[in-house]
């Protein structure tokens, strides 16, 4: 937690602190003779702290300790205080003493000795409190890592609980437009009646613990902030609240009910005057949503989705061509196929599917889209066979054209990155960019290949690898890590000098179809 206060240790023999916070944090490094000492304490749900995790604070033990500023009880959890001033006294879940031993010996009945709630001055005194009756809920270190985890990856992230009903809604949202997004769940998978949890391409990541309300508090936690969908008040979205103020994290809450004829231009500017990159989308599980409910509620985050993924302006080019027949090519792709018909038939623009590959417009003249391998489109644009195309700003970029790129959708965005063993020397590496590789590691060994990449440092034909990764759910899975972030990419248009206004009418109407904006007029 960022927020926190300084306490002057002037009044407290250095050894004493020093033997408190090994209780907890068994750092290596002794701590400095300073009358001020800083701890930055990251806090987790209830404060739990791993050995791992703390052994890592003793770099940050410099002037004062920062220690959490709120001073609230959130749940009934016992309260120790350490006070020189007074006797022993223990009543009403709170135990005082003057004794740091017997302090100590109080404090390894309640919780693990890996384990802290909080830790803050009280006018020259400790106060800690422990997690009393919760003290089975023990955070594995792995969920202490995936505070970073679901940032190493490019744009807006989703994150969500994978309970039926809200939770994965978002995540099926989010897979439409292929954006970034994590299915955190409790040990055991557990949602509503046993059933399977639908991840959609998202990345599953199960804890090992397992309540409900510590992985609630945990996403509230991994997120830059929330987004709540709830029709009224329940244990989950009281739970969310809690979390969110303790946290700190800002909260926009939708009532599904409710029209929001400004939405997009809220959680917009919401976004912007938070600087929110990851977000926790919860509320209500399925069995308090009815059918029009959760039809509603997946209309709202898929405009707000694929709203907040979009970045730049559209900028119309100076002079436009006059061209009889206009082709816009874009990646042979399953996905994004269904996403374009989900435009195509809002904005009107009735394409009749002529076969797998071209689709005609039945309203504009002679506009075609036309569907090819990703790696064909760069040089079909630029031979002047397209007007304009959607790709992979990688694609376009390994192709060493030069286009005018009219704006980034957002959509598919990832990362390019050197993905490896954690710790590998990199001697050798294998990747399908080849310009990416060659530019970064020009004296490595380097195989070209096609396809996906990871096998070939699983097999040890290399010791790395340059590819994608969006929420390193294949990586994963063969236990690889980043070990160099290169660049990032999305699908973004691109036009060459042959582009018409009819084209350039076309792509704009999708700039504003994917900012939900009510201005679809041409140009």
């Known amino acids: 937690m960022k927020v926190a206060m300084a306490l002057s240790v002037a009044d407290i023999e250095i050894d004493r602190l020093e033997y408190l916070l090994s209780c907890f944090v068994n750092v290596g490094a002794s701590i400095p003779q300073a009358n001020n000492i800083e701890i930055m304490l990251d806090l987790l749900l209830y404060g739990v702290l791993s050995y791992n995790q703390i052994s890592t ?5 410099i002037k004062t300790i920062l220690l959490p500023s709120r001073q609230e009880i959130i749940c009934n959890y016992d309260i120790l205080y350490l006070d ?25 009945k309640r919780i693990p000795i890996n384990t802290i709630l909080k830790i803050w001055d009280n006018t020259n005194n400790f106060c800690l409190i422990c997690a009393g009756n919760m003290r089975d ?24 609980g994978g309970q039926t009903g809200v939770d994965q809604i978002s995540l099926e949202q989010a897979s439409r437009i ?12 557990r949602v509503e009646g046993n059933n399977e949890i639908d991840c959609f391409s998202a990345r599953l990541i199960e804890l090992n613990n397992y309540s409900y309300k510590y992985r609630t508090w945990l996403n509230v936690y991994l997120s830059d902030g929330v987004i709540l969908c709830s029709l009224f008040e329940s244990e989950g979205t009281q739970s969310t609240l809690q979390a969110a103020k303790y946290f700190n994290r800002p909260v926009f809450i939708i009532d599904p009910t409710k029209e929001y004829p400004e939405i997009i231009k809220q959680i917009k500017g919401w976004i912007a005057l938070y600087g929110i990159k990851v977000v926790d989308v919860a509320g209500h599980r399925q069995s308090y949503l009815g059918s029009e409910i959760r039809e509603r509620i997946s209309d709202i985050l898929f405009r707000v989705f694929k709203s907040i993924t979009s970045s730049g302006k559209l900028e119309a080019p100076k002079s436009f061509n006059e061209n009889n027949e206009r082709l816009i090519g874009f990646p042979e792709n399953a996905q994004l196929k269904k996403l374009l018909f989900t435009f195509i038939n809002e904005c009107s623009l009735n394409m009749k599917v002529l ?4 689709w ?4 504009e003249s002679n506009v075609k889209f036309v569907f090819l391998r990703s790696s064909d489109l760069p040089q079909m644009l630029h ?3 397209f007007d304009a195309i959607l790709c992979g700003d990688d694609i376009v970029y390994e192709s060493k054209h030069l286009f005018k790129k009219l704006f980034s959708t957002g959509f598919f965005s990832s990362i390019i990155c050197t993905i490896s063993y954690p710790g590998q020397e990199i001697r050798s590496i294998a990747s399908q960019y080849h310009r990416y590789a060659q530019e970064k590691y020009p004296d490595k060994k380097l195989m070209y290949i096609n396809g996906c990449a990871e096998p070939y440092v699983s097999l040890k034909f290399v010791d790395a690898i340059v590819d994608t990764w969006q929420t390193g759910k294949t990586a994963s899975k063969h236990d690889l890590a980043i070990s160099k972030i290169i660049d990032s990419t999305c699908f973004s248009f691109y036009i060459n000098e042959s582009c018409d206004l009819t084209t350039f009418n076309i792509i704009k109407r999708f700039y504003d179809w ?4 009510e201005d679809c007029r041409l140009i």
Request: net charge negative; charged share 20%.
């Open 137 to 160: 809920r023990i955070v594995d270190n792995d969920d202490l890592l995936l505070y970073n985890t679901v940032r190493q990856t490019f744009g807006i992230v989703i994150i969500s």
């Open 57 to 61: 604070l003793h770099k940050y033990f």
């Open 84 to 108: 020189s001033s007074c006797n022993n006294v223990a009543e009403n879940n709170t135990f005082k003493t003057s004794n740091i031993d017997e302090f100590i010996d109080e404090i390894k």
């Open 355 to 358: 076969n797998s590959h071209i």
């Open 383 to 385: 031979d002047g066979h």
């Open 178 to 189: 292929s954006i970034p997004a994590f299915a955190i769940v409790p040990n055991g998978k």
């Open 514 to 517: 994917q900012n939900d904006s």
């Open 360 to 363: 005609l417009s039945t309203t």
